[in-house]
Structure formats: C-alpha cells, structure tokens
C-alpha cells in the first residue's frame, strides 16, 4: 500500500491552476481532494445568493456559517459551548443585549439603577 499523497495542499497553496491541474489528472487522491474542494465551493455558491436576497434573516446565514466553520476545521459543538458568546450569537444572531435579556435601559442601552 502506497501512502497517500500529500502535495494537493501545497499545490493548491503556492502552485498555480496548471500545475495544479495537471497533477490533479494523473493523481488518484488528489483528485479526491478536488472533488472536496468542489463541493465546498458548490455549497458556498448555494449560500452567497441566500445571503443577498435575505440580508435579514441572518439567524440562518450565521447558523450557515457556523457548520461552514465547523465543518471546515473539524471543531466540535463541545468546544463553542465553551464560548458562551459565540453560542449565544449562533442561536440568536447577535450577542444579546441587557435590553434583549428584559432588563430596563436607558436610550444608550445602559442599564437603568434606581
Ligand atoms: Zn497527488
């Protein structure tokens, strides 16, 4: 067994597409590589419309983003939950405000101490 080729990424990163192409087409992994690479700018295409058409709904577009970032460095659930801000901003959209949590506020959205 032959060990799995390696110079995708480096190809990628310093070569140019010709090269790049070229090695692709006589390499095995490295076209499974591409394949990847393909699909994750298909999804990526998928999404950009999404985000032009519906710039409001950014609940979806950031929960989007976060199984992008997820998927892309292999992070866990587990180690967002460890970043109560992030977690929050994934399930709300925007980090949450003293006004968002119901307390009274002033118009520059300090809390009110009587
Ligand atoms: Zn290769």
Redesign the pocket.
């Known amino acids: 067994m032959k060990e799995k ?4 990424e480096a ?1 990628f990163t310093f070569g140019n597409d010709e090269t790049l192409k070229e ?2 087409n ?5 076209q499974k ?1 591409q394949e990847v690479m393909d699909k994750v700018s298909e999804l990526l295409k998928e999404v950009r419309p999404y985000y032009k058409s519906k710039r409001h709904n950014v609940v979806k577009l950031k929960a989007a983003c976060a199984v992008f970032a997820i998927l892309l460095s292999g992070t866990t659930l587990g180690v967002i939950n460890l970043n109560t801000d992030i977690s929050e901003t994934i399930k709300y959209g925007t980090t949450l405000s003293a006004e968002d949590y119901g307390f009274p506020v002033d118009s520059y959205g300090f809390l009110m101490v009587e």
């Open positions: 080729c390696t110079k995708y190809l090695h692709v006589s390499c095995k992994d490295c590589e």
